[in-house]
């Protein structure tokens, strides 16, 4: 499978590091190493969900409890999950560290993930949603750290994309 | 919440969760526009048929404080779906403010925390 098991590797450690115990998860293909990893990690909770917005409230029950947590989603979940980031998320100020996998974006050869390509900035900006980029995978560790230093400070979500260059060898 | 909510409860079963559904089968806050529960949809049925192991009934005062009592002393995922009557208050105006409701929850659970590893 072309998924990148090293850069999946260099990001379940980024996460690790940061202390994440908890990880809700759709299945998606760039993910699938992720989720793997975590459902084999016997110090990780992996919650697999029916929904992407569940995950809102997995990590929102997870703050309020003082554990960390992250949510692995597909831009298109993301999408999917906008009412409980706005109506729970911003209104409780809970931090949310959200692993976007950015599909529809330059190399995209499926038709069907275009418009969410196209759409997920736009969104993630006027939501106010700050984000880092990951394709390099240098930046991992640093950047994914950023990110949970932030949401931890802010009290608020954060967006991490991954990209296709960080997350599909071919 | 969403229906699929069930299936994951379902498939984790936390033994201390306490699904309660008031269904007064319409959304009152605009009048009292009829829900699906209204015309026949089953929200105890799709619970059992998710798989989550205890569903209770409680259409009165006296069957829903048996089913609650219940369900805390089993250790066990239960959902119990309640039909009420379709009455509201007179405001929805609360006293304590969401934030300050929120981060005195937070600080509970930590009290909570330390009175139990103490």
Redesign the interface.
Known sequence: MPVSTTSSRLIYDALKACDIRIMSALPETWLVHLIRMADEDPDMTLVRLAKEEEGIGISAGAHLAGVNSALLMQNHGFLAAINPIVSLAFLYKIPLLMLISYRGHFGEKDPWQTQGGAMTEPILRAMNIPMWHLSNPADIERRVKDAQTLAQAALHPVAVLLHRELMWEE | ??L??L??MA??RPGNLLHIVFDNESLLSVGGFPTATATGTDLAGIARASGVPSVAEADTLESLTRSVREALASDTLTTIVSKVEAVGPKTFHMDLP??EN?FQ??RA??AM?QQNTV
Do not use: V
């Open positions: 919440m969403n699929g909510t299936s994951t498939r984790y969401l934030l929120r929850f937070k659970l930590e925390k």
